[in-house]
């Protein structure tokens, strides 16, 4: 779908055209996920690592208003030094920044939005959002796993974030028909930590499996996208019993200061990260350039299927 609020940078444009594999990176990672610098220095080192696998590296945002299918090194220099002063943006917020001309970052919903919109169709995060422990209350579900039901872009990623409730999320995308599928792995990561307690629906162990099962997914037009659970590298992965007491008391103290929204992510994870005295900063960065190299490899044997 084109809309002429969109622009997409000339090196993803010909990229595009001449059927070359692009991988889409979110912008609330830069803004909202790491602290200036590491935020900007980290974007551009997925940038390259993107590049290094064969396949061009479309960063996603919003900017004055337009839509940003690839980013210049000068704009995520822009969104990491403003922060979290820039918004953070899902579905229902991108009519809102376009019309009043503002800056957002957007997070793995609204980048699937606009991937799926410049024809992209393999997107590289860290984790998706899912079901917040304790939304039996307060009904805090992400919008990503809505739009992974509904927007065909495949999403890698180390799992879902370890402050949610990984059996609820993984429950609402089995009800939501969204296959999550484990690369090399039958149990799903938990971000920091290679394996939690719950297997994925489907073991696939290269690249080139990964990518026949989305063309047969999307060539009978079966709605959605998928996840692609890459577990952290082996000598990056966190001890679990130490990120399970960090992100244990970074819950407690959401709560007792009532963080709740778009803001409890942001918020629990720099928590962990002060938690566990910046080790989960190093292991985010690194299971994130993991992640964009599996990207690539997927969406070059993506392309060789057409």
């Known amino acids: 779908m084109?809309?002429?609020?969109?622009?997409?940078?000339?090196?993803?444009?010909?990229?595009?055209?001449?059927?070359?594999?692009?991988?889409?990176?979110?912008?609330?990672?830069?803004?909202?996920g790491m602290p200036y610098p590491q935020n900007v220095a980290t974007a551009l080192q997925v940038e390259a690592e993107v590049r290094a696998a064969?396949?061009?590296?479309?960063?996603?945002?919003?900017?004055?208003?337009?839509?940003?299918?690839?980013?210049?090194?000068?704009?995520?220099?822009a969104l990491g030094k403003a922060g979290r002063e820039v918004v953070k943006v899902s579905r229902r917020d991108i009519p809102f920044m376009?019309?009043?001309?503002?800056?957002?970052?957007?997070?793995?919903?609204?980048?699937?939005?606009i991937a799926d919109m410049a024809g992209i169709r393999v997107f590289a995060t860290g984790g998706i959002g899912g079901v917040h422990r304790g939304a039996q209350q307060s009904f805090d579900v992400s919008a990503d796993l809505q739009e992974l039901a509904q927007t065909p872009v495949a999403v890698v990623?180390?799992?879902a974030k370890s402050i949610l409730d990984l059996g609820l999320t993984l429950e609402y995308l089995e009800t939501h028909g969204v296959p999550v599928v484990g690369y090399q792995t039958e149990w799903l990561p938990a971000?920091?930590?290679?394996?939690s307690a719950f297997k994925v629906d489907y073991r696939l162990d290269t690249p080139a499996e990964i990518a026949r099962v989305l063309h047969a997914k999307w060539a009978?037009?079966?709605?959605?996208?998928?996840?692609?659970a890459n577990p952290i590298p082996h000598e990056y992965a966190m001890p679990r019993d130490a990120i399970d007491a960090a992100v244990e008391q970074a819950l407690l103290e959401a709560q007792q200061q009532r963080i709740g929204g778009k803001e409890s992510t942001p918020f629990l994870l720099a928590r962990v990260c002060e938690l566990t005295g910046g080790d989960s900063l190093a292991a985010n960065i690194q299971l994130v350039r993991n992640n964009a190299r599996l990207a690539s490899a997927v969406a070059r044997e993506l392309?060789?299927?057409?």
């Open 54 to 77: 064969g396949a061009v590296p479309a960063t996603i945002a919003i900017l004055g208003g337009r839509l940003k299918a690839g980013l210049s090194h000068a704009e995520i220099e």
């Open 2 to 32: 084109t809309t002429p609020y969109l622009d997409i940078a000339p090196e993803v444009q010909a990229a595009l055209q001449s059927g070359q594999p692009v991988v889409a990176l979110e912008s609330t990672i830069i803004s909202h």
């Open 98 to 113: 376009v019309a009043q001309g503002r800056m957002g970052a957007t997070t793995v919903a609204s980048t699937m939005v």
């Open 191 to 195: 971000f920091f930590t290679r394996e």
């Open 157 to 159: 990623c180390a799992g």
């Open 303 to 306: 392309l060789a299927l057409k």
């Open 220 to 228: 009978m037009a079966l709605r959605g996208g998928m996840v692609i």
